[in-house]
């Protein structure tokens, strides 16, 4: 059941948002005509190579770098120690901005090339410049470090033992924050008058970024002007622009940051890394634009990966089956430094969503940051809410097992009721608007639930094994309201900016402060404006992406471009419409009050033969001959906007798999996902987003994993290693959606770039243990390979 995309063509305007057109960014990205940052070629361009530490936890005891400055074609090589020497640009940290929104941190320093101390492989020790990329690389080969090496630690319960190694002096125990969310003395309470109570040692592994388009940037230096141009892969160029003036002494006013075409990010690439900032202070040091691109094999050892928890947690429940209490407690892998914004995914975006769908009346989380070394951990692939929703959907499960009700019931039984919105849990925060019975019941009927155990019951007579999980996930995105941020301590607002400007002729830009790599920006956003003007949707350009093009912007994250970037736009739109209402009114000699506008049209009321399209005022606002009195001329519009909440996505996904208990090997017989994303923008866009999404979320149920050995060496370091799965390992999948708008954004709209892999992976381990209840298997860790799975049933093996 897939969507058929339609040509806007045959879209009426009065239809357009809604509607399932194809994305305009496709002919370009299809055929190889969209510019990524790796295809710029600059005029005398110089190129970058960094020398990264081969050991994952070592001293540093000298740097030697003759050899490779006196290679061909090098022009230089450079250690920490030039960052800081006076004839060498300066005036920056050149330490890399740590953790953001936790105010109570271990925030340790963070060279952006290490001085004397390595804490994972892949740490930057010394960047090499040559003529061309061969040259660099083959240099950078030739620094000869000399390494200390000293013992590692990658897991972060090891971390925090206290016989393990300390990656930083500053941080004892290898802890960077100790955390706490919700009430622990009324959750005690709650479970010592508990009927029965279950609980759950779950592994969250790490996984590993995997974008098709490896992290890039360009920086071109222009001595002249003092300005400095950096093209770059980034999901957030404003933040990036703001951040990278401090580290590298650049003034933000003459550093410029433009994303072209992004490969992927799925959040891995809004943490600000060293490399970008390196490229951008070699380029003013040599006054020559100056390329970077990393090699798969760096992507793998240096951008950001996520999840990395251990956590214990326990659910109380009373003898009816009404849960009543939950209490975690995880131990959350941050990697060697605190990346940006990494503190806050084991905290705010995991901790306040530990109430899932249900109405839990006392809970308790508490989160140990651990420092260890791996890379720096940070948002990639929904961030600290898909742990949230694994956790509770796996305990649930288990929960209604241990009582004997069907998990289908069980659940039902304690989500928050439809009457409840806007529901306070008890983890700060307010769920803005929600119906989870719907998804769940039109979820039930497409997997013929009422059928399937006894459908179950006859395959395991026949010696086959199949089972159904559930997931019914809830995700806090669109994040936004700045004031929320504040109190939780954050150095940025959360709010999103755009400009809607007429031009003479009567089209139209429309800028926004987001930044897309891959979610359609182009055609949704010029949906929204194209309905709010009522102009056609082919008059309507989008520009992100770019800031000296757009005055602000924080970027795109956490599924917030369409509920925050698209209300703004709404807002930028209306103020257009409100301006040109004036001029219309003026120039067709009628009260502004008595104008009406309805689909790109002025008219008089009760005169609909006098009137003038939004494209004629347009046009009259440029040429300014005849406008209202204190009326400036031109028709354009600027807006900030800044939500009251975040938006509360919600549904059920739910897997139907068989096991072979002989091979270990799962397979799918149906998937299906019901998301409620508010009102949809575009049904197709919407559909593909859940679709990438799940594709993520099973490959971190089956496949995907870090695996670090002893010594913090990364063995899942290639391609080959690292099992990304593939469209054959990818189960067909029927998508469904119910509609519940969201109240406090003008489109309605919640979030849906990060629903299914929020969603996934704990729909297909519950169903992987259903099939094998009957071996006892009460879990497998993921990735669920055959040899685990295999392990689980003959040799007892079983995880939680
Ligand atoms: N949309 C819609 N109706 C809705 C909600 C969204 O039509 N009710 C549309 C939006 O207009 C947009 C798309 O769906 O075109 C996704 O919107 P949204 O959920 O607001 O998410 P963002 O655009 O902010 O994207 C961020 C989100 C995140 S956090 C990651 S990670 C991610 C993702 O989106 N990375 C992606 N999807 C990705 N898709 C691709 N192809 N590549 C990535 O790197």
Known sequence: MSIESLDPDEVTAADILGSAIERREDPALITGDAEYTDDIQLADMAHMSVVRSRYGHARIEGVDTSEAEEMSGVIGVY???????????????????TGWLLPSLNNVSHPILAKDHVRYQGDAIAVVVAEDRYQAADAAKAVDVDYDRLDAVTNPDEALDEDAPELHDDAESNVAFDWEIGDEERTAEAFESAAHTTSIDITNQLVIPNAMEPRAAVADYSPGTDELDVFMTTQNPHLHRLLMSGVIGHPEHKLSITAPEVGG??????????????VSWCSKLLERPIKWTATRSETYLTDAPGRGHETNAEIAMNDEGDVIGLRVDTRANLGAYLSTFAPAVPTYLYGTLLSGQYDIPAIYGHVTGAFTNVPPVDAYRGAGRPEASFLVERL?????????????????RNFVPDDAFPYE????????????EKPMNEALDLLDYENFRERQQEAREEGRYIGIGFSCYIEACGLAPSELAGQLGAQAGLWESSVVRFHPSGTVTAFCGTSGHGQGHSTTYAQIVANELGVDYDDVEIVEGDTDEIPHGMGTYGSRSAAVGGSSLVMSARKVVDKAKEIAAHQLEADPEDIEFAEGEFTVAGAPERGMTIQEVATQSYLAHDMPEDTEPGLEATSFYDPDNFVFPFGTHAAIVEVDPETGEISFEKYVAVDDVGNQINPKI??????????????????????????????TGSLQDYAVPKAEHIPEMTTESTVTPSPHNPLGVKGVGEAGTIAAPQAVVNAVTDALEPFGVEGVEMPMTPERVWKAVNEGATAD
């Open 265 to 278: 990010g799925f959040g891995s690439k809004i943490h600000h890394y060293g490399d970008e900032a390196l």
């Open 686 to 715: 919407v559909e593909g987003q859940v679709h990438g999404g799940i594709a993520q979320g099973v490959g971190q149920a089956l496949y995907e994993g870090a695996e670090y050995d002893d010594n913090g060496t990364l063995v």
């Open 79 to 97: 250690t920490h120690d030039d960052l800081h020497r006076e004839d060498t640009p300066g005036g920056g940290s050149f330490e890399l901005p």
């Open 396 to 412: 649930m499960n288990r929960a209604a097992n241990e009582i004997g009700m069907d998990p289908v019931e069980f659940r039902k």
């Open 425 to 436: 849990t008890e983890v700060a925060v307010v769920y803005d608007s929600g119906e989870y």
